[in-house]
Every structure is written in structure tokens, then in C-alpha cells.
């Protein structure tokens, strides 16, 4: 790899990096401070009258369909071809 390149990479990817330790502590104290203040300001009681259902009646069961798209290509593969096309490795055709 050619020093320009180099330098071009390791830019890109300090950038890559700064933003998501930004998101990452932006997103850990708004969520801290969120879950520490009660909503509306004041500590709700729950209904003692309420009875919570312990385990599912009977005769009740979850359906799953799956569905398989004949081209799939999982977004995982997709991202990494996008970031190969930084490094100049074998990227996305175009």
C-alpha cells in the first residue's frame, strides 16, 4: 500500500471510529439519564389487584413462517465488500 493510501485509510477509519464512540456515549447517557427519572416525575405503584399469568393457558401456540429469498445476500457480506472498496482490495464491481 502506497503511504497516500495509507494516510487516506487511516483517516477514514479514525473517522469510522470517533463517530462511534461519540454515538456510543451520547447514547449511554441520554439512556442513563432516562432510566433514572421516573416518568411524569413520580414513582408509579402497580395494581395489587392485577394478577400476572405465570405460564401460558393451554392449547396456546406460535406459528413461525419463514420465507427464503432466492438472491439473498446478507448485509453482513455488503458491508464487507463496501469497506474492501476502502482499502482497495477486491470491492464491489462497478
Do not use: C, H, N
Amino acid at each position: 500500500m502506497r503511504p497516500d493510501q495509507a494516510t487516506v485509510w487511516y483517516r477514514r477509519m479514525s473517522a469510522v471510529y470517533a463517530l462511534g464512540t461519540w454515538t456510543l456515549l451520547g447514547s449511554l447517557f441520554f439512556f442513563g439519564r432516562k432510566q433514572s427519572e421516573p416518568a411524569g416525575g413520580e414513582v408509579e405503584e402497580k395494581d395489587a389487584t392485577i394478577k400476572e399469568i405465570t405460564e401460558p393457558p393451554k392449547g396456546f401456540y406460535v406459528e413461525t413462517i419463514v420465507t427464503y429469498k432466492e438472491d439473498f445476500v446478507p448485509i453482513t457480506d455488503k458491508i464487507l465488500k463496501y469497506l474492501k472498496s476502502w482499502s482497495g482490495g477486491s470491492g464491489p464491481e462497478s
